[in-house]
């Protein structure tokens, strides 16, 4: 019964390949997020959206792709992987009116060797 | 755009004692500024949060004072005990900004039983 469930885990790969996270939240809310976390700890947002629209694309590369099939599923796509993308990769989501309020999953841990 | 500053980057208290965290942000239109605990493993939870029209809010160990002034706020933990051992992250928000958080670097909170 997670809330904010987020697959895989763990995720291990080689430079150049192409890879996907997937995020899931069975709260019924209506925006979801990507935020990335770097070895630092520092947290910093990457796409929100909301009911399926992209409503918030902060600067990074175009490799990073977000797709949301529907508003309870926000899937992140990065191509060509490269060194720097590794990181924890949490998605969050929130609901009107507290959209400030943001509830996140437990996070990807992703490793580019 | 917002910028939140957070110290001490680490703290060590002994278990009974207080601990304080401290934050700063530049932007005077923020009115929203939540705190969240980071267990190990774990994505960011929410813990307390409070408004520009509160100066301070309590929740049983935990408080939360804003001094919008100053532009700084801060987080209490009376009677620290050792699963208070996280990562603690201050944001800030603009009303305007719908759901962009602007996170700080955390806090690394170690209680020494």
């Known amino acids: 019964d997670t809330a904010v469930s987020q697959t895989p885990k763990y995720l291990v790969t080689q430079m150049g390949n192409d890879k996907s996270i997937k995020c899931e939240q069975n709260l019924g809310h209506d925006t979801m997020y990507w935020y990335k976390q770097d070895s630092k700890k520092f947290l910093k947002i990457m796409f929100s959206?909301?009911?399926?629209?992209?409503?918030i694309n902060e600067t990074v590369p175009n490799r990073f792709s977000p797709k949301s099939p529907d508003k309870a599923h926000l899937n992140l796509h990065i191509n060509s992987l490269e060194l720097g993308d590794s990181a924890v990769y949490f998605c969050?989501?929130?609901?009107?009116?507290?959209?400030?309020?943001?509830?996140f999953g437990s996070g990807t841990q992703l490793s580019v060797l | 755009g917002e910028n939140v500053e957070q110290h001490p980057s680490t703290l060590s208290v002994q278990e009974g004692d207080s601990a304080v965290i401290k934050c700063t942000y530049s932007?005077?239109?923020?009115?929203?500024f939540p705190w969240y605990k980071q267990e190990l493993g774990k994505g960011p939870q929410l813990i307390i949060d409070i408004r520009s029209n509160v100066g301070e809010k309590k929740d049983q160990r935990i408080a939360v004072t804003l001094n919008k002034t100053a532009k700084h706020f801060s987080l209490h933990i009376t009677e620290t005990q050792p699963e208070d051992s996280a990562v603690y992250f201050c944001a800030a928000t603009p009303n305007n900004a719908g759901n962009m958080l602007t996170f700080g670097g955390g806090t690394r909170l170690m209680v020494k039983p």
């Open positions: 969050a989501s929130s609901q009107a009116p507290a959209v400030e309020k943001l509830f």
């Open positions: 959206y909301n009911n399926k629209e992209l409503i």
């Open positions: 932007d005077s239109a923020s009115n929203y």
